[in-house]
């Protein structure tokens, strides 16, 4: 271990009877020394990671901050809420000079998890509304939104951005989306409730953890190209 990192000051406490208040969830890298991480139940902390210090702490500004989104040209990022039960469902707008919320869009559900694509927009998981936005954090708009259903929990994209693969555990299902056309291309049964899942850098792989097996399974990614008269 290089160094650990606090992610809140000594003086604050968790909430009564749990101790799960200040778990981090996400980091997000803002430098090659300092990042940015959500709390399970709290705000957000600023950290030093090379120094092992906590910068700044952020308190709760929406219900069960998730997904991280950095906003280009700003220090600013847009922030998953994913608000049930604590709260609603929101995408917020944090700007860190200002140390605030500074703007929200209420989606309802439990916006989670957010993919960044290689033309700057981003993929988003709403996980109980079972929906994916495709976001602009240039204008702060949702641009597209198609419905999945089955628990949609961590979402990943080949290299390319245009196809996305989407863990849906209350169907033990990965299903892969094409966002060219929005249509589902392949659903793919896995393990009992995933969660966790990654696509390797050059798109040949794919890892998927199954939470209620404590299991995890690793897949190759086969590309079939269409017939002559189709665009690939």
Not at 38 to 44: E, S
Not at 116 to 122: C, H, V
Not at 161 to 174: A, H, P, T, Y
Request: aromatic content about 10%; some cysteine.
């Amino acid at each position: 271990m290089l160094s650990r990192t606090p992610i809140k000051p000594d003086t604050i406490k968790n909430f009564s009877g749990t101790e799960y208040r200040y778990m981090p969830k996400i980091i997000e890298p803002t430098s090659d020394s300092t990042a940015v991480v959500t709390l399970w139940l709290g705000g957000m902390s600023q950290i030093n990671f090379k120094e092992g210090k906590l910068i700044k702490n952020y308190e709760r500004f929406c219900a069960l901050p998730r997904g991280i989104l950095p906003i280009p040209g700003q220090n600013a990022f847009y922030i998953m809420c994913y608000g049930i039960p604590q709260g609603p469902g929101e995408i917020v707008k944090f700007d860190m000079d200002q140390g605030k919320v500074t703007s929200r869009i209420r989606t309802g559900g439990s916006p989670r998890h957010v993919v960044l694509l290689p033309d700057g927009k981003a993929l988003i998981s709403n996980l109980n509304s079972g929906e994916i936005y495709l976001f602009d954090p240039a204008t702060g708009k949702i641009l597209h939104k198609t419905y999945a259903g089955g628990g949609i929990n961590t979402i990943d994209t080949d290299p390319s951005g245009r196809f996305v693969f989407i863990s849906q555990r209350e169907l033990d299902l990965v299903s892969v989306i094409d966002t060219k056309t929005w249509e589902t291309v392949l659903k793919q049964h896995v393990g009992d409730y995933p969660t966790g899942l990654d696509v390797s850098y050059d798109g040949k792989l794919m890892a998927v953890t199954n939470f209620h097996e404590a299991s995890l399974d690793l897949y190759s990614i086969e590309y079939i190209q269409p017939a002559a008269n189709k665009e690939p």
